[in-house]
């Protein structure tokens, strides 16, 4: 039972990781109907600019911060010149786009940053606590939930109480409509983007002390991520991050009972038996509009 | 139709907008004098929709002229014109089922800077349609035809337009709930000196409004008269307006 308690705490930290790659997938999503397969990509570039922060002598907060920042004009960029002239095309456009920036993004973080993996430091400390036999939950897992957290329910109020955020939900729901109402819906899906590569960013840098920074370190973290964003269905934040950490916790109990070796099948297993049992994801209430 | 400088709204010459190979407006000329309400009638595909599509920027007409109180607004797109205070209420009035009303509401609004005037006129909006101020927490999707229809025309109206497009507001709409909505508009028009251009498949009852009708077909103006006088003509009306 203490082991049992232990495992399903310890898949709380990295499925928070998973969770943030889901919403940040989400957000796209719901801005664009573009499934961004370089989000893992961009994310570990922002990584990398990170760590050349700390090696220069710079402080955890200061890289981090530059990581979301880069995140936030990587995601732009992206959007505006390299997705924008595809997004009213066939969706097959924009994934073939968004793989073309995933390759090339890897192909530069390699010419950049070589191949070698590094260990981005933790800052806090990766010790577990210890409540009688359960061991669980590092100070660095603390800060790896509570901030994935804080995000969440950031951009929750920034979409539901403020008016940057009624602008680009009337932007994801119905471009057209909004604007007619004087909605400048280009800027709003760039804002999107933007958003969610500062998400990615922070999920980078918060992975990256368990998976050492390389060019492909986050190619299995968007494949978890991803999973997750299926699970609770593309269209939902909530569904994202409940699939995510559900996800994450999943795996730790493959992990810990069956073996690591199976982690990344038994994730495509549960995708199937979702796609199979609910298409739209379990958290999805918008599968059916359009009347 | 005198060419008076001040006293028009709207003033379209000669538009043209096609889609590909299909011409939906075919040099089409039209004036609304401020304060009036002018219906526009036609059968299904006449482009009556087309029309106020390229008024509000959603097609980019391929030539011609539209003159908003003697500005060029020709080719500019629908957040500009909207601004510019042009407000477009979409056929099948284009509310957002995924937001509250209070959202639909306040969104129509939000592009204008001054913020008292802002919620000003969004309780006038309240005000104007006592069913939305009952539900303003409600979804939109969970409200009925007409409910919706005066959702789409409050949430245009918060923006203060000084010209408004209103496409088939009648559409799916029982004719008690019609009358109510055409006799706000006439009511609008009256009070506060707000233009409309009012499309209409629904001939009488857009007739019963309007202080002048034009009849579009095949994407031309074949008619442009008194709506009495349009109403009057036997011919006009088995032709094009089926009443």
């Known amino acids: 039972m203490a082991r049992f308690l232990s495992v399903t705490l310890g898949g709380l930290s990295g499925g928070m990781i998973y969770a943030a790659v889901a919403l940040s997938l989400v957000l796209i999503w719901r801005a664009t109907r573009v499934l961004n397969f370089a989000q893992g990509a961009m994310a570990m570039f922002t990584a990398y600019l990170a760590y050349k922060v700390l090696e220069h002598g710079g402080s955890y907060w200061v890289a981090l911060l530059v990581a979301l920042a880069s995140g936030l004009v990587l995601g732009a960029f992206v959007e505006r010149v390299l997705v924008r002239p595809v997004e009213n095309g066939p969706p097959l456009n924009a994934v073939v786009v968004t793989l073309g920036v995933f390759i090339v993004v890897e192909g530069l973080a390699g010419m950049f940053f070589g191949g070698t993996p590094h260990r981005y430091p933790t800052h806090f400390s990766n010790v577990n606590y210890r409540v009688g036999d359960v061991s669980a939950l590092a100070p660095f897992d603390i800060w790896v939930i509570v901030s994935v957290l804080v995000v969440a329910v950031l951009l929750g109020l920034l979409f539901r109480y403020t008016d940057v955020g009624l602008r680009m939900r009337a932007a994801a729901f119905e471009g057209e409509v909004a604007r007619m109402l004087g909605v400048r819906v280009g800027r709003m899906l760039t804002l999107g983007w933007a958003l969610a590569a500062v998400i990615g960013a922070l999920a980078a840098v918060l992975v990256s002390p368990n998976v050492p920074l390389s060019p492909t370190s986050m190619d299995e973290v968007f494949v978890f991520g991803f999973t997750g964003a299926v699970i609770g269905g593309l269209d939902s934040p909530v569904g994202a991050i409940l699939g995510g950490v559900g996800l994450g916790v999943l795996l730790n109990y493959v992990a810990a009972y069956a073996g690591s070796d199976l982690q990344t099948l038994s994730a495509l297993a549960v995708l199937v038996l979702v796609l199979m049992i609910k298409p739209s994801g379990l958290f999805s209430t918008t599968a059916t509009r359009r009347v | ?243």
């Not at chain 2, 009303?101 to 592009?111: A, E, K, S, Y």
């Not at chain 2, 309780?123 to 539900?135: G, M, T």
């Not at chain 2, 949430?155 to 337009?161: D, F, T």
Request: net charge neutral; with cysteine; hydrophobic share 45%.
């Open chain 2, 1 to 243: 139709m005198a060419e008076g400088a001040g006293g028009l709204s709207l003033e379209v010459k000669d538009l043209v907008t096609s889609y590909g190979a299909i011409t939906a407006l075919n040099g089409v000329s039209l004036s609304v004098p401020a304060g009036s309400i002018t219906a526009v009638l036609g059968a299904n595909g006449a482009g009556k929709s087309s029309l106020l599509r390229s008024l509000s920027g959603l097609v980019r007409p391929r030539s011609g002229s539209v003159l908003l109180d003697g500005k060029e607004i020709a080719g500019r797109a629908p957040e500009d014109v909207v601004q510019l205070g042009m407000s477009h209420v979409p056929e099948g009035r284009g509310v957002i089922a995924e937001l509250t009303v209070d959202d639909n509401l306040r969104l129509g609004g939000l592009w204008r800077k001054d913020k008292a005037d802002r919620s000003a006129a969004l309780e006038e909006a309240y005000a104007l349609f006592p069913p939305l101020d009952q539900r303003r927490k409600r979804l939109a999707m969970t409200l009925s035809g007409g409910e919706r229809q005066m959702l789409a025309l409050g949430r245009a109206l918060v923006a203060r337009p000084r010209v408004l497009l209103l496409d088939e507001p009648s559409l799916g709409l029982a004719p008690r709930i019609t009358a109510q909505i055409m006799g706000l508009v006439r009511r609008l028009c009256d009070e506060t000196g707000l233009t409309v251009l009012l499309v209409e498949q629904n001939a009488r009852s857009a007739l019963s409004v309007a202080d002048h009708g034009v009849v579009l077909n095949l994407g031309s103006v074949v008619a442009s008269d008194d709506p009495a006088k349009l109403a009057a003509d036997d011919n006009l009306r088995h032709a094009y307006l089926g009443f």
